[in-house]
């Protein structure tokens, strides 16, 4: 399974980023997709996840209202939307895949995407 995730960059307070994180070697539309982010010296927090649908998702609580996770199971990509960015949503995102198939549950992980929100 090899995901890319792209879109990353240097964005002042209050603008807006777009990440798309593309799949193969996977059945896309069975895995269970997420973003993480890691902070300098922090771990590798949840910040949103999908379910293989798309119909339901989730958030961490400080970027409720401003993120919005989606897919695209046609493109096997999937994005998050980025608006208001903070300087503390700075760090490497990383888009992380579960198949909900096979007899274990895997987890896989993309090389990750910087991103960094100037105040």
């Known amino acids: 399974v090899q995901l890319q995730a792209s879109g990353g960059g240097l964005a002042q307070a209050g603008g807006s980023l777009r990440l798309s994180c593309a799949a193969s070697?996977?059945?896309?539309?069975?895995?269970?997709m997420g973003w993480y982010r890691q902070g300098p010296g922090d771990q590798r927090d949840l910040v949103a996840s999908?379910?293989?649908?798309?119909?339901?998702?989730t958030y961490a609580d400080s970027v409720k209202g401003r993120f919005t996770i989606s897919r695209d199971n046609a493109k096997n990509t999937v994005y998050l939307q980025m608006n208001s960015l903070k300087p503390e949503d700075t760090g490497v995102y990383y888009c992380?895949?579960?198949?909900?198939?096979?007899?274990?549950?895997?987890?896989?992980w993309g090389q990750g995407t910087l991103v960094t929100v100037s105040s």
């Open positions: 070697g996977t059945i896309f539309s069975r895995n269970d």
């Open positions: 999908t379910t293989t649908g798309g119909g339901s998702s």
């Open positions: 992380n895949a579960k198949p909900t198939y096979g007899l274990k549950r895997l987890s896989f």
